[in-house]
C-alpha cells in the first residue's frame, strides 16, 4: 500500500511551487503600478517583468543538480528563504537597476522550488500515481499566476505587492523545511539499472527540445489571445481577459486529467505526442477562424489555448522517469532550462509574425512548433515501449531482456 504521508508531500511541492509562480506570472499584474513608480517606458516595464525568468533560466540546472546531491529539503526550503529575503530588501530598491537586480537574484533564488519539488514528487508516488501526482504539482503554475494576478494590484503598491510576495516565499519556505522527508526506502533486492547522465543523455535532449517546440506554442499563445481577442475581434478589454482566466483554469485541470490518463495507460511519450497533433489542428482551426463569427471562434481558440497548456506534466513526468530518482533533479532542471531558453523569444516572435503577415498566417505558422515537437519525440516511443517490456518481465520475475542502453525505469518503485 502506498505511504499516506505521500500527499504532504505533493501538497508542499504545489505551495513551493506556487510561490516561485506568483513571483514570475504574477508580476505582470503590476505593470501600471510599476510605470507609475518608477516612471518607466512600455520598453523598460517589459525588462522589468521577465527579470524573474532570467534569474530562473541561470539557475535551475544547478539547482536540480543539487538537489540530486543534497536532498530538496535542503535546496526548497534555502532556495525560498533566499528568494524571500532578496525580495524584501527589493520592496525598499531606490532606482530602475536595484528593482531589476532584486527581480533577477529573486528568480535565481526562487528556481529551487522548479527544479527540486518534482524529484520530491517522484520520489514519493509510485509509477501508477505519478503522471497523476506530478500534473497537479504543474497545476501550481498556472494556478500560483492567477492568484498573484487576483491579488497583487490590490496590495496598495510595487512595495506591498514585493512583500507579499516574499511573505509567499518565506511560507513555502517554512513548510518545505518543516514536512519535506527522503521517501521511505525500498524493498532490497531490487535491481537498479544506471543510465547515462542527463547531460549526456541523447533521449533527454531530444524530450527537452520537443518539448521546448510546444511551449514556444504556449507562450504565444498565451501572451497574445487577450491582445487578438480585443483588438483584432473587438471584445472589451474584460471580456478578453476572461478568455485568457479561461484558458489558464482549463488548461490547469487539463494537466491533472492527461497525468490521470497517462497513469492508467502507463505511457507518458505517446500521450504527450498527441497532444502536440491536437494543439497544431486546434491552431489550424483558429487559423481558419480568425474572422468567422464569434460563436464558432470561440470555443476553438479556447480548446485551443487549453490544449497548450494541458501537457507539461507529461513532458516533466518523462524526463524524470528518464533519469530515474537519484537523477531526476538534474533531469528535470535541464528540462526546464531548454524549454525556457528555447520560449525566450516566443512571444516577441509571434507578435513581429503578426504584424509582418496577419493574424490567419500567424496561427497557421504557429502550428508547426507542435508538429516539430511531434516529430522530434517520435523515435522516443519504442524505448518507452522497451522499457514497459523490460519492467513488466522483471515484475513477473522472467529475464529481463534490458535495452541496449539501459534505463534507470527499472529502478525499484516507491515503498508501498
Given at each position: 500500500?502506498?505511504?499516506?504521508?505521500?500527499?504532504?508531500?505533493?501538497?508542499?511541492?504545489?505551495?513551493?511551487?506556487?510561490?516561485?509562480?506568483?513571483?514570475?506570472?504574477?508580476?505582470?499584474?503590476?505593470?501600471?503600478?510599476?510605470?507609475?513608480?518608477?516612471?518607466?517606458?512600455?520598453?523598460?516595464?517589459?525588462?522589468?517583468?521577465?527579470?524573474?525568468?532570467?534569474?530562473?533560466?541561470?539557475?535551475?540546472?544547478?539547482?536540480?543538480?543539487?538537489?540530486?546531491?543534497?536532498?530538496?529539503?535542503?535546496?526548497?526550503?534555502?532556495?525560498?528563504?533566499?528568494?524571500?529575503?532578496?525580495?524584501?530588501?527589493?520592496?525598499?530598491?531606490?532606482?530602475?537597476?536595484?528593482?531589476?537586480?532584486?527581480?533577477?537574484?529573486?528568480?535565481?533564488?526562487?528556481?529551487?522550488?522548479?527544479?527540486?519539488?518534482?524529484?520530491?514528487?517522484?520520489?514519493?508516488?509510485?509509477?501508477?500515481?505519478?503522471?497523476?501526482?506530478?500534473?497537479?504539482?504543474?497545476?501550481?503554475?498556472?494556478?500560483?499566476?492567477?492568484?498573484?494576478?487576483?491579488?497583487?494590484?490590490?496590495?496598495?503598491?510595487?512595495?506591498?505587492?514585493?512583500?507579499?510576495?516574499?511573505?509567499?516565499?518565506?511560507?513555502?519556505?517554512?513548510?518545505?523545511?518543516?514536512?519535506?522527508?527522503?521517501?521511505?526506502?525500498?524493498?532490497?533486492?531490487?535491481?537498479?539499472?544506471?543510465?547515462?547522465?542527463?547531460?549526456?543523455?541523447?533521449?533527454?535532449?531530444?524530450?527537452?527540445?520537443?518539448?521546448?517546440?510546444?511551449?514556444?506554442?504556449?507562450?504565444?499563445?498565451?501572451?497574445?489571445?487577450?491582445?487578438?481577442?480585443?483588438?483584432?475581434?473587438?471584445?472589451?478589454?474584460?471580456?478578453?481577459?476572461?478568455?485568457?482566466?479561461?484558458?489558464?483554469?482549463?488548461?490547469?485541470?487539463?494537466?491533472?486529467?492527461?497525468?490521470?490518463?497517462?497513469?492508467?495507460?502507463?505511457?507518458?511519450?505517446?500521450?504527450?505526442?498527441?497532444?502536440?497533433?491536437?494543439?497544431?489542428?486546434?491552431?489550424?482551426?483558429?487559423?481558419?477562424?480568425?474572422?468567422?463569427?464569434?460563436?464558432?471562434?470561440?470555443?476553438?481558440?479556447?480548446?485551443?489555448?487549453?490544449?497548450?497548456?494541458?501537457?507539461?506534466?507529461?513532458?516533466?513526468?518523462?524526463?524524470?522517469?528518464?533519469?530515474?530518482?537519484?537523477?531526476?533533479?538534474?533531469?528535470?532542471?535541464?528540462?526546464?532550462?531548454v524549454m525556457r531558453g528555447l520560449s525566450a523569444g516566443a512571444g516577441v516572435g509571434f507578435g513581429a509574425l503578426v504584424a509582418a503577415t496577419s493574424w490567419p498566417a500567424a496561427f497557421a505558422l504557429l502550428a508547426l512548433l507542435p508538429l516539430a515537437g511531434w516529430l522530434l519525440t517520435g523515435p522516443l516511443v519504442e524505448e518507452e515501449e522497451a522499457?514497459?517490456?523490460?519492467?513488466?518481465?522483471?515484475?513477473?520475475?522472467?529475464?529481463v531482456n534490458v535495452p541496449s542502453r539501459p534505463t534507470p525505469e527499472l529502478e525499484p518503485e516507491p515503498a508501498r
Open positions: 500500500m502506498s505511504h499516506p504521508y505521500r500527499w504532504t508531500i505533493l501538497g508542499v511541492g504545489v505551495a513551493a511551487q506556487m510561490a516561485l509562480s506568483a513571483l514570475q506570472q504574477g508580476m505582470p499584474a503590476l505593470g501600471p503600478a510599476l510605470r507609475e513608480a518608477y516612471g518607466l517606458s512600455l520598453s523598460q516595464v517589459g525588462i522589468v517583468l521577465a527579470a524573474a525568468s532570467w534569474g530562473i533560466l541561470g539557475t535551475l540546472l544547478a539547482w536540480g543538480w543539487l538537489a540530486d546531491r543534497a536532498g530538496e529539503r535542503v535546496v526548497i526550503a534555502s532556495g525560498l528563504a533566499g528568494a524571500s529575503a532578496v525580495l524584501a530588501a527589493t520592496a525598499f530598491a531606490p532606482s530602475l537597476g536595484w528593482l531589476i537586480a532584486g527581480l533577477v537574484a529573486a528568480g535565481a533564488f526562487g528556481a529551487s522550488a522548479a527544479a527540486a519539488s518534482g524529484r520530491a514528487v517522484m520520489g514519493w508516488f509510485p509509477r501508477t500515481e505519478r503522471g497523476t501526482a506530478l500534473g497537479i504539482r504543474q497545476m501550481a503554475v498556472p494556478l500560483g499566476g492567477a492568484v498573484a494576478a487576483l491579488s497583487l494590484p490590490a496590495a496598495g503598491g510595487v512595495r506591498s505587492a514585493l512583500l507579499g510576495l516574499a511573505a509567499a516565499c518565506l511560507a513555502g519556505a517554512i513548510v518545505s523545511a518543516a514536512w519535506l522527508r527522503e521517501p521511505p526506502p525500498a524493498p532490497p533486492g531490487r535491481p537498479k539499472a544506471a543510465g547515462p547522465a542527463p547531460l549526456r543523455d541523447r533521449r533527454m535532449w531530444r524530450l527537452a527540445a520537443g518539448s521546448g517546440m510546444l511551449v514556444c506554442a504556449q507562450v504565444a499563445v498565451v501572451a497574445f489571445v487577450v491582445l487578438f481577442l480585443h483588438d483584432h475581434r473587438g471584445l472589451s478589454a474584460g471580456a478578453a481577459a476572461a478568455g485568457l482566466a479561461a484558458i489558464q483554469v482549463g488548461g490547469a485541470l487539463a494537466r491533472v486529467v492527461a497525468g490521470r490518463r497517462s497513469d492508467r495507460g502507463g505511457r507518458r511519450i505517446a500521450p504527450l505526442r498527441r497532444h502536440a497533433l491536437a494543439m497544431a489542428a486546434g491552431l489550424l482551426a483558429t487559423a481558419l477562424l480568425v474572422d468567422a463569427p464569434a460563436l464558432l471562434l470561440l470555443p476553438v481558440l479556447l480548446a485551443a489555448g487549453v490544449l497548450t497548456m494541458s501537457w507539461n506534466g507529461l513532458s516533466f513526468t518523462a524526463a524524470a522517469e528518464l533519469a530515474g530518482r537519484d537523477r531526476a533533479g538534474t533531469a528535470l532542471g535541464l528540462q526546464g532550462t522499457r514497459i517490456r523490460a519492467r513488466s518481465a522483471r515484475l513477473r520475475g522472467r529475464p
